[in-house]
């Protein structure tokens, strides 16, 4: 999908394998997620999940995602069956969508498959809380990650953020993932900054009030800050 599997998954082995490991970590204590870059024929999307595999190099796939709705009910069904085929094969250990609206659910719940979704990413945060597909993702079992769950910066200095952060005594960072976990989400914050990567995991310090979670749920705004196909055919 990012065309980095190769890269990924050489820093991955050379880290398990590598003095820095103090802990004794081993493959099966990462979590390595790909992507299926475009729905297509069942052959294509069992080709390339292998292949991902193959160039991963760590032998088997966590979580296999297929990376959005667009090409039509019909290849996303072929697109889900070559995942379902790649965990029976042991390629994949979990199968999951991303971008998926309530619609393309419930396509797919339809359908009967084999295995059942067990991952929607997609982008929320406080402006754009997206409250009815997630309330069906959690009523369905299925786990919600959450991209962008900073609003890619675009609104930390919102004055209800910054008075929430001193609240609290955290970052505008913090605060909004804290804000995700609380809500039963796996946000999945991203930085360049060693400092701030190692600041976006230090949130169980502290746990946000139900009435500051309500205030931070009324800033929805349907603030999108990247792509939105949850509404595609």
Request: aromatic share 8%; hydrophobic share 35%; proline share 5%.
């Amino acid at each position: 999908m990012y065309h980095n599997e190769r890269e990924t998954g050489n820093a991955i082995n050379a880290f398990l394998s590598g003095p820095e490991n103090k802990s004794g970590l081993k493959r099966e204590d990462i979590h390595f997620t790909s992507k299926l870059a475009s729905n297509t024929t069942y052959e294509k999307a069992r080709k390339s999940i292998a292949q991902s595999v193959q160039q991963s190099g760590l032998g088997y796939i966590d979580l296999f995602l297929l990376h959005s709705p667009y090409g039509g009910k019909a290849l996303r069904l072929e697109s889900w069956k070559a995942v379902e085929d790649a965990i029976e094969a042991g390629e994949v250990k979990i199968g999951g969508v991303s971008n998926f609206g309530m619609k393309h659910l419930k396509e797919l719940l339809a359908s009967q498959p084999r295995v059942h979704p067990a991952v929607n990413q997609i982008e929320v945060h406080p402006f754009n809380t997206r409250t009815e597909l997630t309330s069906f993702c959690q009523q369905h079992d299925i786990v919600v990650e959450a991209y962008a769950p900073l609003a890619r910066a675009m609104r930390m200095k919102h004055p209800v953020i910054t008075s929430l952060s001193k609240k609290y005594s955290c970052t505008p960072a913090q605060l909004m993932i804290r804000w995700s976990l609380q809500h039963g989400y796996v946000p999945l914050p991203k930085s360049v900054t060693k400092s701030r990567i190692i600041a976006n995991g230090q949130v169980d310090g502290f746990e946000i009030a139900k009435e500051d979670m309500a205030t931070m749920d009324g800033l929805d705004e349907g603030l999108i800050t990247d792509w939105d196909p949850l509404d595609a055919d």
